[in-house]
């Protein structure tokens, strides 16, 4: 826990997010905006993309300051009303909710197969 707090005022360190097999990690960096970046299979996928959200009268995202990580993991089976290949589809992720100063939050999630 010591090492995740440190991470919350060392905002330059990235944060990692890894699926629950371990092969896709996402890696998200703090600084002007907030930076994130995926790979799978030891590959580059996704490199420095910006997360970001325009409103009337702010642009949440900007100059973000971290107030609070927390680490989440979800497990369960979906049934889908219309029957596709399987009849159950296994929904298994970790995740990571970033809260930020000006009251908003951004959660990623690393799936086996991808990210949200």
Do not use: C, H, W
């Not at 905002?11 to 930076?35: A, F, R, T």
């Not at 995202?61 to 290949?85: F, N, R």
């Not at 399987?86 to 009251?103: A, E, I, R």
Request: glycine share 6%.
């Amino acid at each position: 826990m010591a090492g995740l707090s440190s991470q919350l005022y060392a905002q330059s360190k990235p944060i990692d997010l890894s699926s629950p097999n371990g092969e896709i990690k996402v890696s998200i960096n703090l600084s002007d905006k907030i930076y994130y970046s995926v790979a799978g299979k030891k590959q580059e996928l996704l490199t420095k993309n910006t997360l970001s959200l325009t409103l009337r009268d702010e642009i949440l995202g900007k100059s973000p300051k971290l107030i609070s990580s927390k680490k989440t993991k979800g497990a369960d089976l979906i049934k889908p009303y219309v029957s596709l290949k399987f009849s159950t589809v296994k929904n298994s992720y970790n995740g990571l909710v970033l809260t930020f100063k000006g009251n908003f939050s951004v959660e990623f999630r690393a799936f086996d197969d991808g990210i949200a």
